[in-house]
């Protein structure tokens, strides 16, 4: 089977050099394709998909954190064949890239899972989810809004607005897990974000589990 | 301090010295991050824990695909062979 090009990472502002191996244990290259610049590894056959190889993927895109302003991480897994496959991908999605690596500027990722108290997440929760609007149309435009929004996190979102650059969220409503939302920050905020926000969940009786700071994985696709 | 150290040492304090649990590493590098290929190409191997726990976070199933050429090429032209098998069959009855 012949080698395969893992991308690891798009990446801007860089302030050294590369440290560290790939999740393979193989060298890892910055190489300019289409104006950009990405972190790239050469593997004999694509990555198994091992709780090893994931940590090792992760840490390695940690470590990118540490030497580039900007990060914009891949999906494991991501390979190509050739660097010029990898050019053509990504020459139409230049600007698009470039808009997300501006966003994730100097910025890290945090996570927080919210959870319903007891069994099933509440139907009040999930009844404030979905306003009513006016007409039909403005419904369901509502609706596809809310959809994603995680039922009862508002007091969260409030505690810690001033630090929150950005917002992806997923509802989940399976058991005990109301959803999760990825907030992106600033660099050296996580600290301040992560005392505020507990006060929050526990003023607002809401069981959370928050996580980071993390390289800016939610915000890497312009969405999902 | 060197320069160098001094950069070591701010680059641990902007990501710091965080417990990065392997749920939150599974949701984050197989659920997120840029998709740059058309295909993306993962192997299966004893990811039973991963697994249990993926169900948990409503992880992406997709990302783990047992049993796949790991090709995308071949992965085409067998799905274009079962295509011509079917027609075939169809054709037959």
């Not at chain 1, 990118?64 to 999605?93: K, N, Q, Y």
Request: hydrophobic share 45%; charged share 25%; net charge positive.
């Amino acid at each position: 089977m012949s080698e395969r090009v893992c991308v690891y990472a798009v990446v801007s502002g860089a302030a050294g050099p590369l440290r560290g191996e790939g999740a393979a244990g193989e060298r890892l290259r910055r190489v300019r394709l289409a104006g950009l610049d990405l972190v790239i590894g050469v593997v004999p056959r694509p990555p198994r998909a091992t709780t090893v190889a994931l940590k090792r993927y992760d840490a390695a895109v940690r470590r990118l954190m540490e030497t580039h302003g900007s990060v914009l991480p891949a999906r494991f897994g991501t390979c190509v064949a050739t660097l010029d496959e990898l050019a053509a991908t990504i020459r139409d999605r230049r600007e698009a890239l470039r808009r997300a690596l501006r966003l994730v500027r100097h910025r890290v990722q945090m996570t927080v899972r919210v959870f319903a108290r007891s069994g099933r997440v509440p139907a009040r929760f999930i009844a404030e989810a979905y306003p009513r609007g006016t007409a039909p149309g403005r419904d369901y435009l509502l609706r596809r809004a809310s959809e994603s929004q995680v039922p009862g996190a508002e007091p969260l979102r409030t505690a810690v607005r001033k630090y929150v650059r950005a917002e992806r969220s997923v509802r989940q409503e399976r058991g005990r897990l109301a959803g999760s939302i990825y907030h992106l920050i600033p660099r050296g905020a996580a600290p301040a974000y992560r005392v505020a926000l507990q006060h929050a969940a526990v003023a607002a009786n809401l069981t959370v589990v928050v996580s980071g700071p993390w390289p800016p994985y939610a915000f890497a696709d312009g969405g999902w | 301090m060197s320069p160098r150290r001094k950069a070591a040492t701010k680059a641990v304090q902007v990501l710091g010295d965080e417990d990065a649990t392997l749920l939150d590493i599974v949701d984050n590098v197989l659920t997120k991050g840029v998709v740059l290929s058309g295909d993306l190409t993962i192997g299966l191997a004893h990811v039973d824990l991963v697994y249990a726990r993926l169900s948990l976070l409503l992880c992406a199933a997709d990302r783990v695909m047992p049993g796949e050429d790991p090709e995308p090429m071949r992965r085409q032209h067998d799905r274009h062979r079962a295509r011509m098998r079917r027609r075939r069959a169809s054709a037959r009855v």
